[in-house]
T-cell receptor, first 114, second 112 residues
Framework: GNSVTQMEGPVTLSEEAFLTINCTYT??????LFWYVQYPGEGLQLLLK???ADDKGSNKGFEATYRKETTSFHLEKGSVQVSDSAVYFC?????????????WGLGTSLAVNP | GAVVSQHPSWVICKSGTSVKIECRSL??????MFWYRQFPKQSLMLMAT?????????EQGVEKDKFLINHASLTLSTLTVTSAHPEDSSFYIC????????FGPGTRLTVT
């Protein structure tokens, strides 16, 4: 079946450090891939997405590339800030359109220290 | 951007009582809303898909009679946990489908 595996946290970094959060998936066909972020006390927000192989999603300095050969969608940021402290979720979807069921990873907590 | 609200943000109830959680899309209409459950240190578990004007579609293993979902309008879906028990204590999250899925801030339910 479809599944998402992401690295366990918590991840603790100093400000301006490089961030990688690994995400791999299992799915048939060509799923869409997403990263969501949950800031403390807030709802989940879409951070970035990619809908086909070799696509790169990017937003707020974060990037992730859809790698079909390695079934991965690792999240990276070159220089993290304290405000990036949050929980990050990798997810995939096999459905198209608005009726899109998401399959989630466990989430990775990131804490950035000044 | 699109905003989804949930009410209440947290609730404590006694075992055996029912609790209703509301999910509203504030600035857009959503024909489809989703209800999730999140356990500590675990991922989101999709409970059901709520479609405006029709019956909800429940995921395997989710009790329809226990978790009643009503999507009476394009901006409101409700989840009622009936005869709640301590094992129903959890964090419940809704999302509404617009251009993307937009998530509410969640409702913390504690059953004593």
């Amino acid at each position: 079946g479809n599944s998402v595996t992401q690295m366990e946290g918590p991840v603790t970094l100093s400000e301006e450090a490089f961030l990688t959060i690994n995400c791999t998936y299992t799915a048939t066909g060509y799923p869409s891939l997403f990263w969501y972020v949950q800031y403390p006390g807030e709802g989940l927000q879409l951070l970035l997405k990619a809908t086909k192989a070799d696509d790169k999603g990017s937003n707020k300095g974060f990037e992730a590339t859809y790698r079909k050969e390695t079934t991965s969608f690792h999240l990276e940021k070159g220089s993290v800030q304290v405000s990036d402290s949050a929980v990050y979720f990798c997810a995939l979807s096999r459905n198209a359109g608005n009726n899109r069921k998401l399959i989630w990873g466990l989430g990775t907590s990131l804490a950035v220290n000044p | 951007g699109a905003v989804v609200s949930q009410h209440p943000s947290w609730v404590i109830c006694k075992s055996g009582t029912s609790v209703k959680i509301e999910c509203r899309s504030l600035d857009f209409q959503a024909t489809t809303m989703f209800w999730y459950r999140q356990f500590p240190k675990q991922s989101l578990m999709l409970m059901a898909t709520s479609n405006e004007g029709s019956k909800a579609t429940y995921e395997q293993g989710v009790e329809k009679d226990k978790f009643l979902i009503n999507h009476a309008s394009l901006t409101l879906s409700t989840l009622t946990v009936t005869s709640a028990h301590p094992e129903d204590s959890s964090f419940y999250i809704c999302s509404a489908s617009g251009a993307e899925q937009y998530f509410g801030p969640g409702t913390r339910l504690t059953v004593t």
